[in-house]
């Protein structure tokens, strides 16, 4: 899609459009988006965010990003409610101005198109707590109250109409004026997030039925006393100009230059010649290798990206081995190999299975290991296969959620997977379920188990409730003790779940129960098929995705090893899903603390390896460069067993043809490849060690059962940030072969080893001083670490001080022997044991990686990389802040110009050679170095004589 601009958006853009990043301003700056969310900022730290929300009975939340493009080309600020919420439909308008150098009037009207029952609608803002604590907020002209230091058992701090709210910050007091009495409720949210709130509601808080063309507005002027620069959204087009330089790309890897990888050892041919992968407590094994731990690190292909003729999978897969990767994972792969007939989506195409057997059995060779999904898109007809002729509709999505509950389902499940695992492929003369090359299975893609699957609509409801109902009575005998047991005399003999915020706690807690039954009955009954019916040795996990609660990690303790995903600027879409415009935050998770796969890492079970079969720093997200060294630390810090990126391609044309960018495809975009170089030195090599402290949550499976309140589904704390120092993980019942430093027992049953760390909120804030004082008293850090936990966003430094990440500086710092470098804006120093980076006047990420395995200052031969931005030409976006994005652009590719000063420590040498390295490694134009009384130093720019440069090789003799 492609949005159509009016002569006024044509001009402007001509005018102001060619810009990059949005421009960095000294002192306060508001700003809004076209959804109507937004942000201010001093000297480029957050003061506080806002964004229009509303509340359902039953507290079901909602948002308006649903952008109204047409009134957004006509310069208005319109969203809606959420197309995936399809029973309600609101609208929100913003219409904010600067009245004077000192403040900003917002006025915002919300209005309703179809009858929903609300609780309250909303402009909501959100202070991150180390903003506010020290200070305190007044409401009119009341006593000044300050902000808890720690989580009140009473999260709702004030609420009143009110005609100025004054908000004490760090930065100085944020004054709110009304222009009549508002009804303004003011939260601590740190149950959930390390911020206080407030919602700005015209119409209160309370079940209201708004109907058909009711509105409410306010208008609210808001100063920090100090002068402010306002910014509306502008259509930003990026173009080659001063700022955006045009990048030559050439797809392949040159064999024996600095960016052919397959001489680092990362695989040993072919694959499967050590046995069947193992796993043994926290790592995999070969079963002839024992004792010697496994990782993988690869990437997904999807579609037809797998399925190619032998010429071009010959050429995939050397070009794979010379990339670095040891394991692939075939992903979105049914619809290209099965037959299409009219009532039959199991069985699978000669033709098409001849191309993928060919690919596979070169990936062997190569020894590239190989991992899959039982199910992850393929279009089953429910009408013929499923439902006897009965049309059911429904998503390909939604096939996951009736294995559970409808055994034709189950049986479509086994048919697809005995036709593929029981393939014989030619080239192997193997069937899948026989190749150890085939290392990993994983039976549902992303079908992880939720409360919510209970409260589903339509047939799959229908089968859901009626499982739910036979389970009560083979629980209880009686529907009669069922209502005794829940104290609910009046309920019928068949019932229909109960909205959460309505169900006692002890049908809440079979709610849980019964989810966990079905799902796990699923998973166990699967693996009984693979195991004994198909003979496949393969090792196997399900639910890859979300799922935090400890009932959902009872489940996981079934499993071989515990699988997940994480992505970084995921896009959303506002209008149709997978469309134009989307949306992405394109935010520094630098700046803001949270670093892609902190979430995840909390999933993990100690005792059995963890790995992240997808992930991404995805397009068009300006920091996506900053993504390998971070993963690649993560990965080794908290010692997982596998980490593969999404995806290497979504279809064959980018494998072979350069291509623009997309959201994930690596083979389209030059800078992510870049990036995974220090993915592999990090976690592949070892540059990067685990770290030596661990902390886990512990409880029984009977946790659920136990609780005395209704039970956490969530086990993410807001001290998430200790994942770059600790490894974090559960553990499950009372035996286990692993020992963390600290537990966290969440019950009386649970396991107590190490230091025992005891809280009535172990997620929430108070926690944190909690934990950082017994972490202190253990000495886990060095007493010079610049780790900070009270800081929020919390400072981070591993522990053996090779990962620093600096939020309020935006700053990263690698410092391993051989790997080392890191991120900063413009301006900044990033001093390292081996080298020191000056970042002149573009924010990037720069760092050298040895390629002969000498560290830094004895290497004769280093990669040098220096990432800023890269885009495609005439790349269309909504803001200057690059949030929404229109339009995709055209070749060719854009680097954002940028320079560097790089110098090594370096030992005695005789000769030294730079050269500007093309994407597959061909070296190019020659740079000057120049010797220092410790080494060399070399100046990179991005803008070189023959186009955009990112890589370098050094050569010294």
Same mark, same amino acid.
């Given at each position: 899609?492609?949005?159509?601009?009016?002569?006024?958006?044509?001009?402007?853009?001509?005018?102001?459009?060619?810009?990059?990043?949005?421009?960095?301003?000294?002192?306060?700056?508001?700003?809004?988006?076209?959804?109507?969310?937004?942000?201010?900022?001093?000297?480029?730290?957050?003061?506080?965010?806002?964004?229009?929300?509303?509340?359902?009975?039953?507290?079901?939340?909602?948002?308006?990003?649903?952008?109204?493009?047409?009134?957004?080309?006509?310069?208005?600020?319109?969203?809606?409610?959420?197309?995936?919420?399809?029973?309600?439909?609101?609208?929100?308008?913003?219409?904010?101005?600067?009245?004077? /150098?000192? +403040?900003?009037?917002?006025?915002?009207?919300?209005?309703?198109?179809?009858?929903?029952?609300?609780?309250?609608?909303?402009?909501?803002?959100?202070? =991150?707590?180390?903003?506010?604590?020290?200070?305190?907020?007044?409401?009119?002209?009341?006593?000044?109250?300050?902000?808890?230091?720690?989580?009140?058992?009473?999260?709702?701090?004030?609420?009143?109409?009110?005609?100025?709210?004054?908000?004490? !910050?760090?930065?100085?007091?944020? *004054?709110?004026?009304?222009?009549?009495?508002?009804?303004?409720?003011?939260?601590?949210?740190?149950?959930?997030?390390? +911020?206080?709130?407030?919602?700005?509601?015209?119409?209160?808080?309370?079940?209201?039925?708004?109907?058909?063309?009711?509105?409410?507005?306010?208008?609210?002027?808001?100063?920090?006393?100090?002068?402010?620069?306002?910014?509306?959204?502008?259509?930003?087009? #990026?173009?080659?100009?001063?700022?955006?330089?045009?990048?030559?790309?050439?797809?392949?890897?040159?064999?024996?230059?600095?960016?052919?990888?397959?001489?680092?050892?990362?695989?040993?041919?072919?694959?499967?010649?050590?046995?069947?992968?193992?796993?043994?407590?926290?790592?995999?094994?070969?079963?002839?290798?024992?004792?010697?731990?496994?990782?993988?690190?690869?990437?997904?292909?999807?579609?037809?990206?797998?399925?190619?003729?032998?010429?071009?999978?010959?050429?995939?897969? /050397?070009?794979?081995?010379?990339?670095?990767?040891?394991? *692939?994972?075939?992903?979105?792969?049914?619809?290209?190999?099965?037959?299409?007939?009219?009532?039959?989506?199991?069985?699978?195409?000669?033709?098409?299975?001849?191309?993928?057997?060919?690919?596979?059995?070169?990936?062997?060779?190569?020894?590239?290991?190989? !991992?899959?999904?039982?199910?992850?898109?393929?279009?089953?007809?429910?009408?013929?296969?499923?439902?006897?002729?009965?049309?059911?509709?429904?998503?390909?999505?939604?096939?996951?959620?009736?294995?559970?509950?409808?055994?034709?389902?189950?049986?479509?499940?086994?048919?697809? +997977?005995?036709?593929?695992?029981?393939?014989?492929?030619?080239?192997?003369?193997?069937?899948?379920?026989?190749?150890?090359?085939?290392?990993?299975?994983?039976?549902?893609?992303?079908?992880?188990?939720?409360?919510?699957?209970?409260?589903?609509?339509?047939?799959?409801?229908?089968?859901?409730?009626?499982?739910?109902?036979?389970?009560?009575?083979?629980?209880?005998? +009686?529907?009669?003790?069922?209502?005794?047991?829940?104290?609910?005399?009046?309920?019928?003999? $068949?019932?229909?779940?109960?909205?959460?915020?309505?169900?006692?706690?002890?049908?809440?807690?079979?709610?849980?129960?019964?989810?966990?039954?079905?799902?796990?009955?699923?998973?166990?009954?699967?693996?009984?098929?693979?195991?004994?019916?198909?003979?496949?040795?393969?090792? #196997?996990?399900?639910?890859?995705?979300?799922?935090?609660?400890?009932?959902?990690?009872?489940?996981?303790?079934?499993?071989?090893?515990?699988?997940?995903?994480?992505?970084?600027?995921? =896009?959303?879409?506002?209008?149709?899903?997978?469309?134009?415009?989307?949306?992405?935050?394109?935010?520094?998770?630098?700046?803001?603390?949270?670093?892609?796969?902190?979430?995840?890492?909390?999933?993990?079970?100690?005792?059995? =390896?963890?790995?992240?079969?997808?992930?991404?720093?995805?397009?068009?997200?300006?920091?996506?460069?900053?993504?390998?060294?971070?993963?690649?630390?993560?990965?080794?810090?908290?010692?997982?067993?596998?980490?593969?990126?999404?995806?290497?391609?979504?279809?064959?044309?980018?494998?072979?043809?350069?291509?623009?960018?997309?959201?994930?495809?690596?083979?389209?975009?030059?800078?992510?490849?870049?990036?995974?170089?220090?993915?592999? %030195?990090?976690? %592949?090599?070892?540059?990067?060690?685990?770290?030596?402290?661990?902390?886990?949550?512990?409880?029984?499976?009977?946790?659920?059962? &136990?609780?005395?309140?209704? =039970?956490?589904?969530?086990?993410?704390?807001?001290?998430?940030?200790?994942?770059?120092?600790?490894?974090?993980?559960?553990?499950?019942?009372?035996?286990?072969?692993?020992?963390?430093?600290?537990?966290?027992?969440?019950?009386?049953?649970?396991?107590?080893?190490?230091?025992?760390?005891?809280?009535?909120?172990?997620?929430?804030?108070?926690?944190?001083?909690?934990?950082?004082?017994?972490?202190?008293?253990?000495?886990?850090?060095?007493?010079?670490? #610049?780790?900070?936990?009270?800081?929020?966003?919390? *400072?981070?430094?591993?522990?053996?001080?090779?990962?620093?990440?600096?939020?309020?500086?935006?700053?990263?710092?690698?410092?391993?022997?051989?790997? &080392?470098?890191?991120?900063?804006?413009?301006?900044? $120093?990033?001093?390292?044991?081996?080298?020191?980076?000056?970042?002149?006047?573009?924010?990037?990420?720069?760092?050298?990686?040895?390629?002969?395995?000498?560290?830094?200052?004895?290497?004769?031969?280093?990669?040098?990389?220096?990432? !800023?931005?890269?885009?495609?030409?005439?790349?269309?976006?909504?803001?200057? /802040?690059?949030?929404?994005?229109?339009?995709?652009?055209?070749?060719?590719?854009?680097?954002?110009?940028?320079?560097?000063?790089?110098?090594?420590?370096?030992?005695?040498?005789?000769?030294?050679?730079?050269?500007?390295?093309?994407?597959?490694?061909?070296?190019?134009?020659?740079?000057?170095?120049?010797?220092?009384?410790?080494?060399?130093?070399?100046?990179?720019?991005?803008?070189?004589?023959?186009?955009?440069?990112?890589?370098?090789?050094?050569?010294?003799?």
């Amino acid at each position: 899609m492609k949005v159509k601009l009016n002569l006024f958006w044509m001009v402007f853009i001509m005018v102001m459009g060619m810009a990059g990043a949005a421009s960095h301003c000294d002192g306060f700056e508001f700003r809004v988006t076209n959804d109507g969310s937004g942000r201010v900022r001093h000297d480029g730290d957050l003061v506080f965010s806002f964004q229009p929300n509303y509340f359902l009975t039953g507290w079901r939340g909602g948002d308006f990003r649903r952008i109204d493009i047409e009134r957004m080309m006509a310069g208005e600020i319109v969203s809606h409610s959420s197309a995936s919420a399809k029973d309600v439909d609101f609208t929100v308008r913003l219409d904010p101005s600067q009245l004077d /150098e000192k +403040t900003v009037s917002v006025r915002c009207g919300f209005s309703c198109a179809k009858e929903a029952n609300v609780v309250t609608m909303y402009l909501g803002f959100s202070f =991150p707590t180390a903003n506010l604590i020290g200070y305190s907020f007044q409401y009119d002209d009341d006593e000044s109250v300050p902000f808890p230091a720690t989580l009140p058992e009473n999260i709702h701090l004030a609420s009143r109409p009110v005609s100025r709210l004054t908000m004490g !910050t760090k930065f100085g007091p944020m *004054v709110f004026r009304f222009k009549k009495p508002t009804p303004v409720l003011l939260q601590d949210s740190r149950r959930w997030s390390d +911020t206080f709130h407030f919602r700005i509601a015209p119409e209160g808080e309370g079940d209201k039925v708004w109907t058909p063309g009711m509105t409410s507005e306010f208008e609210v002027e808001f100063s920090p006393g100090a002068p402010i620069s306002f910014h509306r959204p502008q259509l930003t087009r #990026l173009e080659a100009n001063e700022e955006w330089v045009p990048l030559e790309v050439v797809l392949g890897v040159e064999a024996g230059s600095a960016l052919d990888f397959s001489t680092l050892g990362f695989t040993d041919g072919p694959a499967g010649k050590h046995g069947w992968l193992k796993a043994r407590g926290d790592h995999f094994e070969f079963e002839k290798l024992p004792g010697v731990p496994q990782r993988f690190y690869g990437v997904n292909f999807v579609g037809n990206g797998q399925v190619n003729p032998k010429p071009q999978s010959l050429e995939l897969a /050397e070009r794979l081995h010379r990339l670095g990767y040891n394991s *692939v994972r075939f992903h979105h792969h049914e619809n290209d190999l099965i037959k299409k007939e009219p009532n039959c989506t199991t069985n699978l195409d000669p033709v098409r299975m001849d191309m993928f057997d060919y690919f596979f059995s070169e990936l062997k060779k190569r020894g590239i290991y190989c !991992t899959t999904d039982m199910y992850v898109s393929r279009y089953v007809k429910y009408k013929e296969e499923l439902f006897d002729g009965e049309d059911v509709g429904g998503s390909w999505g939604d096939f996951k959620y009736y294995i559970p509950v409808h055994k034709p389902a189950m049986d479509n499940w086994k048919a697809f +997977t005995r036709n593929f695992l029981s393939h014989r492929n030619p080239y192997t003369g193997m069937t899948y379920a026989e190749d150890p090359c085939m290392a990993m299975i994983s039976m549902i893609n992303e079908g992880t188990a939720h409360l919510g699957v209970l409260m589903s609509k339509g047939k799959m409801g229908e089968l859901w409730q009626k499982a739910w109902n036979e389970w009560l009575i083979a629980k209880y005998g +009686t529907w009669e003790k069922r209502n005794e047991a829940w104290g609910t005399p009046t309920y019928p003999e $068949v019932v229909e779940p109960t909205p959460e915020d309505k169900r006692t706690l002890r049908e809440h807690k079979d709610v849980i129960a019964f989810t966990e039954d079905k799902f796990k009955s699923m998973f166990l009954e699967m693996r009984r098929f693979i195991r004994e019916e198909l003979g496949c040795k393969a090792l #196997l996990t399900d639910m890859n995705y979300g799922g935090y609660a400890p009932w959902i990690q009872n489940i996981r303790s079934e499993y071989d090893y515990v699988d997940h995903h994480f992505y970084v600027d995921h =896009p959303s879409f506002p209008v149709k899903n997978w469309s134009l415009p989307s949306r992405c935050p394109n935010e520094s998770v630098i700046r803001r603390g949270t670093i892609g796969g902190t979430w995840s890492a909390f999933s993990r079970l100690y005792g059995k =390896p963890f790995t992240i079969t997808e992930y991404n720093y995805s397009g068009p997200g300006r920091y996506r460069g900053i993504g390998g060294i971070l993963t690649g630390c993560l990965g080794s810090i908290q010692d997982w067993s596998g980490l593969w990126r999404f995806a290497y391609s979504h279809g064959n044309w980018g494998e072979f043809n350069v291509a623009v960018t997309n959201y994930f495809d690596l083979c389209r975009d030059p800078l992510n490849q870049v990036a995974e170089r220090a993915s592999l %030195m990090l976690y %592949m090599r070892g540059d990067m060690g685990p770290s030596p402290r661990s902390i886990a949550f512990t409880y029984t499976p009977g946790y659920t059962e &136990a609780s005395k309140k209704k =039970p956490s589904e969530n086990m993410y704390p807001v001290w998430n940030g200790i994942v770059t120092m600790a490894k974090v993980g559960s553990i499950v019942g009372k035996s286990t072969n692993y020992s963390p430093g600290i537990t966290i027992p969440l019950e009386a049953g649970a396991v107590r080893s190490g230091a025992v760390f005891e809280s009535d909120d172990p997620f929430g804030s108070k926690s944190m001083g909690e934990l950082s004082s017994l972490i202190g008293k253990l000495g886990w850090f060095p007493s010079d670490t #610049l780790a900070d936990m009270s800081k929020s966003p919390m *400072v981070q430094q591993s522990v053996d001080k090779q990962l620093t990440l600096v939020p309020e500086r935006d700053l990263m710092v690698l410092d391993t022997s051989r790997t &080392a470098g890191g991120f900063g804006p413009a301006g900044e $120093v990033i001093k390292t044991g081996r080298l020191t980076v000056e970042i002149l006047d573009t924010d990037a990420t720069v760092w050298a990686s040895s390629l002969d395995g000498k560290p830094l200052e004895d290497s004769n031969r280093i990669l040098l990389n220096h990432l !800023t931005d890269l885009v495609n030409s005439g790349m269309l976006f909504a803001e200057a /802040e690059r949030q929404l994005l229109l339009d995709w652009g055209k070749l060719p590719h854009l680097v954002r110009s940028g320079r560097a000063k790089v110098e090594f420590k370096h030992k005695a040498f005789e000769s030294i050679q730079a050269w500007n390295l093309r994407s597959d490694g061909k070296r190019l134009e020659e740079l000057p170095v120049v010797r220092t009384k410790d080494g060399f130093a070399i100046d990179v720019s991005v803008r070189g004589p023959n186009g955009g440069r990112m890589m370098y090789e050094i050569v010294i003799r």
